[in-house]
């Protein structure tokens, strides 16, 4: 399976950003996706998942500012992330919300004045 993640950039304290994700294997859209991080030094982390086209799940770090989404029946999973932090400065990618493997080259988010 091949996941290519698009989307990310430098963007100011406060700002936004949407993030995309296409992957190749269509039974991808049957299954809960996520999104995940990871920052300099430290761990991958899970961020966000979905489950079907509505159910979502977050980690407290991003709850109330990111908010996962598919375009069904698209091989796409978006991330809208807003009111950005510093601490949000990370690789993003996507991938299975449950034993993910075969990760992308994900897409780097950087949030700097």
């Known amino acids: 399976v091949q996941f290519v993640e698009s989307g990310g950039g430098l963007v100011q304290p406060g700002g936004s950003l949407r993030l995309s994700c296409e992957f190749s294997q269509s039974a991808l859209r049957f299954i809960p996706m996520g999104w995940y991080r990871q920052a300099p030094g430290k761990q991958r982390e899970l961020v966000a998942t979905i489950v079907g086209v509505s159910s979502t799940n977050y980690a407290d770090s991003v709850k109330g500012r990111f908010a996962i989404s598919r375009d069904f029946p698209e091989n796409t999973v978006y991330l809208q992330m807003n009111s950005l932090k510093p601490e949000d400065t990370a690789v993003y990618y996507c991938?299975?919300?449950?034993?993910?493997?075969?990760w992308g080259q994900g897409t780097q988010v950087t949030v700097s004045s």
């Open positions: 991938n299975r919300a449950n034993a993910p493997y075969d």
